[in-house]
């Protein structure tokens, strides 16, 4: 994500015309209650610096951040909008906006800010990146890898370009260029729970669930509550055949995240194999709660009512 920048200058002087302590006043404490996470407070102070001095893009700016950051990306992007309308040329508004617009699935609108962001700052690897990200949420892998090639291409050690583009190389199941990307994802941060997970995930897909699990381990010991993690260690550990062990994990997953339909749908799959067909019917039931139109889910339950009765 672009570094978020909320310095203002002391006075703000638009055509001659300085502003009173007031409006700085709002700003500076708008500053530090979004400092400290209050969004609410901050965007009732950055609402009074607007009203004081309208034609300022910054507080449009920093009011769009706290609309961002407390999910309200609508908002984020009409005040984002207006700070591009005082300030066209506004990179930081731009890279935001992207993100708010992708947060709203407007995959078109985030790919066409990012690329205005590109044709003025080139060699900004962020913006090629993030336009990767709509890119492939859009569903465009192809588009998505050239935008990643290019972010390494500018920044050798973008890790997350390293990670993504490694998603892309398993959709290909290219899995040796998948595991040299998220290889090197690790290499450069250790410390980055996706990256673990992923390799963990391309393991499996290789049939090597107890390397699987050793990075799976890891990436739960930086996150315990990370609940993919424990989707896919359930996954290895059902290769293995202990089962035990899977629905533990998967019972887990759902603790942590209660609408997680894959991890109902493993276990569910997992009990329906070793016969418990009541605990299998209780999970694609619930999947049918969250997803009503499961075809998975919908298949199990008719071969269970098709089961002699006893």
């Known amino acids: 994500m672009k570094k978020i920048s909320l310095i203002i200058a002391a006075v703000f002087v638009f ?27 901050a965007i009732a102070n950055f609402s ?14 920093n009011r769009a951040q706290c609309y961002y950051f407390t999910g309200m990306y609508n908002l984020a992007v009409s005040d984002y909008t207006k700070a591009l309308s005082l300030k066209p040329n ?37 913006f090629w990146y993030n336009r990767g990200i709509a890119y492939s949420d859009k569903g465009d892998i192809e588009s998505a890898f ?25 959709k290909k199941k290219q899995n040796d260029l998948a595991l040299a990307d998220i290889n090197k994802a690790i290499q450069l941060d250790p410390s980055y729970v996706e990256a673990w997970n992923n390799r963990g995930v391309i393991y499996n897909s290789q049939n090597l669930p107890d390397l699987a699990i050793a990075d799976l381990n890891q990436a739960l010991k930086l996150d ?13 550990y059902n290769k293995k055949k202990q089962n035990d062990l899977a629905i533990a994990d998967l019972s887990k997953a759902v603790s942590i995240s209660p609408n997680y339909v894959n991890a109902y749908i493993m276990r569910g799959a997992i009990y329906f194999d070793t016969k418990r067909f009541d605990l299998s019917k209780a999970d694609m ?26």
């Open 285 to 310: 039931d619930k999947v049918l709660t969250i997803d009503p139109n499961h075809k998975f889910a919908k298949d199990i339950l008719n071969r269970i009512a098709a089961l002699p009765k006893p």
């Open 15 to 41: 055509t001659g015309i300085s502003f009173g302590q007031t409006a700085q006043e709002f700003l500076n404490r708008g500053n530090q209650f979004y400092t400290n996470k209050q969004y609410t407070e």
């Open 90 to 126: 506004y990179l930081d508004a731009l890279f935001q906006r992207g993100l708010s617009y992708n947060k709203l699935k407007n995959h078109d609108a985030a790919i066409a800010d990012y690329t205005q962001g590109i044709a003025l700052a080139p060699n900004d690897s962020q």
């Open 224 to 236: 315990p509550n990370y609940s993919k993690a424990y989707l896919d260690r359930g996954i290895s």
């Open 48 to 61: 009074s610096a607007i009203q004081l001095m309208p034609s300022a893009p910054e507080p449009w700016y």
């Open 146 to 170: 050239a935008d990643y090639n290019k972010a390494i291409a500018l920044n050798p050690n973008y890790m997350k370009a390293f990670v993504n583009r490694s998603g892309i190389y398993f």
